[in-house]
Each structure stands twice: as C-alpha cells, then as structure tokens.
C-alpha cells in the first residue's frame, strides 16, 4: 500500500515537472528520488475468532484491537507494510514455525519456550488481566482464596488459567483448589454454566469478550473488583525479523506515549488496562 502510494505521487510530479519544461532525464532523477528504498512486506497472522483480540464482523472484515493496534503501528513504519491475515487459531503459530508468517498476534505471553523460539519485541501490545468470574449476587468470592472448597470451572490442561491454579495449590498445599480441565468448551457456553450455578466462579483473561458475552446472553455474572494476575501481552515474531522488532518496538513506544494504546484498550476491553501494568 505504501509503495503503490509512492508511486502514485511520483507519477503525479512527474507530471508536474514535464509541463513546466523538465527534462525526461530530471523527472527519472525524481522519480528515483522519490520511491526510496523499497517497502517489505509483512505477513501478519491473526486469529479469525478471538474477539475483541482479533476477529471477522458480520461484513467478513477483520477488526479488533490487535487489528487497530497494527494499523496504527503501520502507519508510523516507512520500511514496512503490514498485510494482515485472517487464520483460525490452530494455524497461527504453525504458520510462524513454517515461516509463512512474520509476526503473530494473539495476545501472548513470553514463557521460556517461546522465548527460545521465536522473538518478543521489548515492547509490550496489551495487558491481560486474569479475572474471576461469578454470579452477581455471590459476594463470597473476591481472590483465589476464596476459590478453595468452589465449584471452579474447568481450564485447558497446561494452559495459563491451569498454570495459575497449579502454582496457587503448590504454595498453598493444606488448602487447594479443585482444578478440573477440559478441551473445547467455547467462552460462552463457561459462562452459561456460571449463571445457572453449575460452577460457582470461572478464572479467565478480560480479552475473551465477557461484555459482549453478557449483554447477548442477558448473563448474571460479574468480574470480581480486582484482577487476580496482571499480564503484559506481545506480538511474536520470527527469529530472524530482528530488523522488524526494532521498528515495531519504535512505533509502540510513541504509540502508548501519545496514548493510543490506552484509546484503544478503553474501545475494546472498557478500561485502560495499562493502567495495571507495572513494569
């Protein structure tokens, strides 16, 4: 896009220049002048059904906050031009290990596999805040003591809620909770199953779309006051794209100091949640 722009313009002067009696020879001079160094294109993959993360609409056009976030990180890198693609979830990092893609998004936290993997950008995307979850007329459960002797909804096996919980029963070994897993259970069909009082709480990141969840199923349920973990979220990139985390690094930075991070964290999450995160 910006290339085709560029090359827009110096057609646009040449035209310009040729009525005002400039040489053939001068107006190659500023064409070549004006293209610069030729833009790279970046393969971007992002989840087709993460919402509010990533994710199609109802007119097929993928939106979101990680989509916004990286229109407007694209707009301030001159050497690259973002294509951004829709790809279900189980496809993302394959196509990174496959080198199909250059930059992932997701919402991903570093662990030390990944970190041996691939390559985090030093700047942050989002910030995560794991909640729980319950009815709103239970107020017996404000932290994860209060989980203990509860009703929890099942996690993913190995995944972070699970890895949370696990690491909660290790330093609390004469009061744990009950940890169940299971695969495959959507967001939404978890919270149908807090409101009817099959499970007393649920542990999950505040980037699943609980608010949409609740308005479209006129849900009874809540987010405790406080979050339970705060997790600072990144793009992942491919181990050699050490030029490209530079410059999305750069654009990240100007982007959370001019405030745009926290713009649009309000639009689709309902809060600055930057403003948890402590570094």
């Known amino acids: 896009m910006k290339k085709l722009i560029k090359t827009l313009v110096t057609l646009s002067l040449a035209g310009v220049f040729t009525a005002c009696g400039n040489t053939q020879a001068d107006v190659k001079e500023d064409t070549e002048k004006s293209a610069g160094a030729e833009v790279k294109t970046v393969n971007v993959a992002l989840n087709a059904g993460s919402k509010p993360l990533s994710f199609e609409d109802e007119n097929g056009k993928l939106t979101g906050y990680e989509v916004e976030l990286l229109e407007a990180a694209d707009d301030k890198i001159d050497e690259y031009d973002f294509n951004l693609e829709s790809v279900e979830e189980d496809s993302v990092q394959v196509g990174l290990d496959a080198g199909k893609y250059d930059l992932i998004g997701g919402g991903l936290y570093k662990t030390p596999e990944r970190e041996a993997k691939y390559l985090f950008p030093d700047e942050i995307s ?148 930057f403003t948890y995160y402590q570094e």
């Open 126 to 273: 989002g910030v995560s805040l794991i909640n729980i979850y319950v009815r709103e007329d239970d107020n017996s459960i404000a932290s994860l003591d209060d989980l203990v002797g509860k009703k929890v909804a099942p996690s993913s096996p190995n995944g972070g809620i699970y890895n949370l919980l696990t690491a909660y029963n290790e330093e609390h070994a004469n009061a744990k909770i009950t940890i169940n897993t299971a695969e495959g259970i959507s967001v939404a069909d978890r919270f149908k199953s807090l409101a009817s009082g099959e499970y007393d709480a649920i542990v999950l990141p505040n980037n699943l779309g609980f608010d949409e969840i609740k308005a479209t199923l006129n849900l009874k349920v809540k987010a405790v006051a406080e979050p339970v973990k705060v997790n600072p979220t990144y793009f992942v990139l491919g181990k050699d794209q050490t030029d490209l985390k530079e410059k999305l690094d750069a654009a990240l930075v100007e982007l959370r100091e001019d405030g745009k991070l926290s713009e649009l964290s309000i639009k689709w999450f309902g809060e600055d949640t």
